[in-house]
């Protein structure tokens, strides 16, 4: 539905009578879908409800002033917004309702997320980017409070860089960096440390940001009195209000229920954002939520009478309505008949999308309802598989659940039996599940030919002249001073990553070389430092986001492992963000500067790769191989390999670190040692020492933990050893178990094992202070050594006696 951007100032009375009429349209339909979306969760056809009634004018005013190439980061009161945008049409709402699988039929993730979660399609099939300054985009919502908050300031930074960085190519993503990023969030997720840590950094940084506060008083049933100071988060945030001799924010007021203030609001506040590049908040209050916070609940459980009083008579929707009515724009007649047909719209919409969602299940039904009387009737189990197939035509609505459990459970009747119905219903069961999984499996990771994975691994060559070693750091800064040299959009920001290089020195001289915008120095903020670079990755940045320290990235891990890691799935491939987060860890001294937290973080951050490169020249050919490709990664360089010598290549920001590749360290027959990171030097010098006693160990470096070795090279070297060790400096169980279920279970390596596998892992504790601290908190080369001598002492005692 195409929305005029003009305003009562300059267009005649008849074109803002229609304007006006339009706009009560889509706020009606957006209720009247809401209403009706409540009854059929009620009713059971689907699982959940969350909607956006209450908050419908001050949306269509923020679709007002929103344009092409702008960007959303909202939550899931939104639908109003998107419908006014012409992004959601009825019949789209109740397929989102119903889960339905198909994209073309549920475009905003295919049954994948809940009703009420929005998002654009950013990509065309090949995964390329379409051009986003032709269309208006919302990024992919998450249902996590406040969320959605650190990507948004990453959309409208984006637009500061394209406005401000001399000679980069804006063409498919950026007007000049006329852009503004919209946001939207609930009053009592204003708690959420994620929404301060973004509205501070946004004051710093100074980007087109403009925030909607919808304020209806409430936290689910909890109210404002426990969520915010005074009641009142635009008097809490006065503090960010900009002034004329300090930037900051901002900030605006304005009641959710008056139609023309809320339109002189937004269009004044996308006019601070849009060409000062101010950020702005607009509190938007005294609004309501009639159904209360979701399906999972009554509003009259925790609102007293006084208060559900007040809400029917300011609800916008009625204040709108009254107004309407009062300013002679149209009539109580006009007005009954346009909501009588918006009714009949939606109930049609709803019946369609429920025909829609019915059909494909009802036709395998029948398939398989016919199967399974075929099959009942050559088996010996007949009154079994007929009491299934019996049951399954009882169901009137299935859904493909119903027809897996039935096909499965009869054919465990048709055990042993030999005839053409047995193998016609594992067929289809076959097939049924090799069609279906997919649509709720496929992107996880890129399918594309240029996923990270199919990048060609190419070795770093050396000129054999020059036998001089150089600092590993040095190495890896050369190789991002070529990285920034061959790829204009690329940029990198963190703690201490700008004037100084990083702590470590890694990017030193860069910021002098190619600006403070490309190497920027950042606040103490892991969250929101996420949140730009997915933010300018949606926009077609290629950012990498520095977190200083691995133990570090926590405070940021909701932010990757809600958003980033799921990002693609969630949209079904519609969207990616390039992103590549560079930390450090691994081998040090001390609590907090040692982390190797790596079983967590490859179970939480599925959709992620998570590299562990052993030295710097891997990292850098890690870095080489991610900016070829278009998915998300997060490299973690060795701490202590910073001032160890490496060769230098002669085709630095050339060469290619393959991901999901095993490298193969020192070929041995005895026993295979896995590992990964700064274990790899402790384990090839206990490798050695192991030699002396007439161990030959083989050493295997993981390299890439997500995902771990593609091409199942380790079971080869299980194979030829016969027995495999797994060496961790994580916890006890942490990533170790992993590695063993890849090798063992994955790969089928328990089929060539002489011993038991086995792992030698850290501490359950974190490594305490000092190098005595590091000794008897981490696996030392003593350790290794023992722990391979105990495992040929058990196969071998003979020629391998106990130590002690």
């Avoid at 060539?752 to 008897?776: E, I, V």
């Amino acid at each position: 539905m195409k929305v005029s951007s003009k305003t009562s100032t300059d267009i005649s009375f008849e074109d803002f009578k229609e304007q006006i009429i339009n706009d009560y349209k889509i706020a009606f339909l957006s209720r009247t879908c809401s209403l009706l979306g409540r009854k059929e969760v009620l009713t059971g056809k689907a699982k959940f409800g969350i909607f956006g009634d209450g908050k419908e004018l001050p949306q269509l005013a923020m679709a007002k002033s929103f344009q092409n190439g702008d960007f959303r980061s909202g939550y899931y009161r939104d639908q109003t917004f998107m419908m006014a945008i012409g992004l959601l049409k009825p019949k789209d709402f109740f397929h989102g309702l119903y889960a339905t699988t198909d994209i073309q039929k549920e475009p905003m993730s295919a049954g994948r997320q809940m009703g009420g979660h929005f998002g654009t399609y950013s990509l065309n099939e090949d995964g390329s980017w379409k051009d986003l300054t032709k269309q208006k985009n919302s990024s992919a919502d998450i249902s996590c409070t406040a969320g959605q908050m650190p990507r948004l300031l990453g959309l409208a930074q984006a637009s500061k860089v394209y406005r401000e960085l001399e000679g980069l190519d804006s063409s498919k993503f950026s007007d000049n960096g006329n852009e503004v990023a919209w946001g939207t969030i609930g009053n009592a997720s204003t708690s959420e440390g994620m929404f301060w840590e973004t509205i501070n950094a946004a004051g710093v940084l100074q980007v087109p940001m403009v925030l909607s506060i919808w304020d209806d008083e409430y936290g689910i049933s909890v109210p404002a009195k426990y969520h915010t100071t005074k009641e009142d988060i635009s008097k809490v945030l006065s503090g960010f209000q900009r002034d004329d001799n300090n930037k900051g924010v901002e900030i605006l007021k304005v009641k959710g229920w008056d139609y023309t203030a809320l339109m002189h609001t937004y269009e004044n506040a996308a006019d601070i954002a849009r060409q000062e590049h101010v950020p702005v908040i607009i509190h938007v209050t005294e609004l309501t939520q009639p159904q209360g916070h979701s399906t999972s609940g009554s509003h009259e459980r925790y609102k007293d009478d006084e208060r559900l009083t007040w809400e029917r008579e300011n609800d916008c929707n009625k204040r709108f309505r009254e107004w309407i009515l009062e300013s002679g724009i149209a009539d109580e007649e006009e007005l009954s008949n346009l909501e009588k047909q918006i009714k009949r719209t939606v109930r049609e919409a709803k019946k369609e999308a429920w025909t829609e969602y019915l059909q494909e299940h009802l036709a395998l039904k029948k398939t398989l309802v016919q199967l399974l009387n075929d099959a009942s009737n050559s088996s010996s189990n007949k009154n079994f598989i007929s009491k299934i197939k019996n049951d399954l035509i009882a169901i009137d609505e299935p859904v493909k659940k119903d027809l897996a459990v039935a096909a499965r459970k009869a054919l465990r009747y048709l055990l042993g039996e030999n005839c053409k119905e047995r193998q016609n219903l594992a067929n289809w069961l076959n097939n049924f599940i090799l069609e279906s999984q997919p649509k709720f499996s496929s992107h996880l990771y890129s399918e594309n030919d240029n996923r990270a994975t199919k990048v060609t691994a190419i070795p770093p060559s050396y000129d054999s002249s020059k036998e001089e070693k150089i600092d590993g750091r040095v190495l890896l800064r050369d190789n991002f001073d070529k990285l920034f040299e061959k790829y204009p959009h690329a940029l990198v920001f963190g703690e201490d990553t700008g004037a100084i290089g990083d702590v470590n020195q890694g990017l030193e001289g860069l910021q002098a070389k190619y600006g403070k915008i490309r190497v920027a120095d950042t606040g103490i903020r892991e969250t929101t430092i996420i949140g730009q670079g997915i933010g300018m990755a949606l926009r077609g940045l290629r950012p990498i986001a520095e977190i200083q320290y691995l133990d570090y990235i926590f405070y940021a891990l909701a932010t990757l492992t809600d958003d980033l890691a799921s990002l693609l799935y969630r949209t079904f491939g519609k969207q990616k963000a390039p992103l590549i987060i560079r930390t450090r860890g691994h081998r040090l001294e001390g609590i907090w500067h040692s982390g190797s937290e790596m079983g967590g973080l490859i179970h939480v951050l599925r959709g992620i790769y998570i590299l562990a490169p052993r030295n710097m020249t891997q990292a850098a050919g890690f870095y080489n191989t991610l900016m070829k490709s278009d998915e998300p990664a997060l490299v973690i360089e060795s701490l202590n390999g910073y001032r160890l010598k490496e060769r230098k290549p002669t085709n630095l920001g050339e060469f290619c670190t393959p991901i999901g590749v095993v490298e193969k360290v020192k070929e041995g027959t005895d026993i295979t040692i896995v590992s990964y990171g700064s274990t790899l030097r402790i384990v090839e010098q206990a490798a050695k020492e192991l030699l002396e006693v007439g161990i030959d160990a083989e050493i295997i470096d993981a390299q890439t933990l997500l995902p771990f070795d593609i091409h199942a090279d380790t079971v080869k070297s299980v194979q030829k050893t016969n027995r495999l060790l797994v060496i961790d400096e994580d916890v006890p169980g942490g990533c170790s178990s992993y590695l063993l279920t890849e090798i063992i279970e994955k790969q089928g390596a328990y089929r060539y094992l002489d011993s038991a596998p086995q792992t030698l892992t850290a501490k359950a504790h974190r490594p305490a202070y000092g190098s005595d601290g590091d000794y008897f908190s981490k696996p030392n080369v003593e350790d290794v050594f023992e722990k391979v001598y105990a495992i040929m002492n058990e196969a071998n005692p003979q020629d391998f006696p106990p130590l002690r």
